[in-house]
């Protein structure tokens, strides 16, 4: 893989952080990644001594979006070994700033939509369990407010969550990330990647 990749569908390039773990396939632009072991994108509110360069080791594929609203999604597929390993939309600041929404293995052994903003530290919001090993992430862009949707056929989606991760959105960059923080890896698949710059219509019915 370049330094660079652009998947059709998505009007600005994305950067790997470790080119090794990402794979494009022309054909479809479907990407997978192969997250190694021990890595993730936590700061445990509870352990703030800890540097965030130690604790932000997962690999990511991001891309700096257009100014104005968006609409940013995907069919995550994963192939969950241990508790934790995701498949993951990013939303990226800086190492202090970011959000993530995770289709993750819980530490029921079940595949679950999980969310998490960092401002600093992070948090941890458990929503629903999903049956299956694939869903559909989105993540959306309404002036300076993001919000977070997952559905189980990509078309009616559920709000996760909403919020602000800063007063300026300029600086802000999206993409994909794959982690397996007790594991020896996870693989995961993003099809149906999709960029439309509209604005959402009804946050809380996903409209």
């Given amino acids: 893989m370049a330094d660079h990749v652009t998947i059709p569908g ?6 790997p952080s470790n080119a090794e773990h990402w794979r494009v396939d022309e ?18 509110p509870g352990d703030t001594a800890v ?8 690999a990511t594929l991001l891309g700096q979006p257009p100014k104005g609203d968006f609409q940013f999604s995907a069919r995550v597929t994963a192939d969950f070994k241990s508790t934790f390993d995701a498949g993951v939309l990013l939303l990226w600041l800086d190492e202090r700033h970011w959000a993530k929404l995770c289709f993750e293995f819980s ?6 939509i999980v ?5 600093g530290v992070s948090d941890d919001a458990n929503a ?3 049956a299956g090993r694939s869903v559909w992430l989105r993540v959306s862009r309404l002036d300076r407010v993001y919000a977070y949707h997952a559905s189980l056929d990509g078309k009616a989606w559920q709000l996760i969550r909403v919020f602000a991760l800063d007063g300026d959105t300029s600086g802000d960059r999206i993409g994909l ?14 099809e149906e990647i999709r960029f439309v710059p509209e604005r959402l219509t009804d946050l809380r019915n996903g409209s």
């Fill in 107 to 112: 530490p029921a052994a079940e595949p679950m």
């Fill in 51 to 58: 540097s965030a360069e130690s604790l932000l080791n997962a």
């Fill in 115 to 119: 969310s998490v903003v960092c401002r």
């Fill in 128 to 130: 629903f369990v999903v």
């Fill in 27 to 44: 054909a479809t632009g479907a990407v997978t990644v192969e997250a190694q072991p021990h890595t993730d994108m936590f700061i445990d």
């Fill in 10 to 15: 998505v009007p600005f390039p994305l950067v």
């Fill in 177 to 190: 990330e794959g982690q397996s923080p007790t594991g020896d890896g996870c693989g995961a698949t993003f």
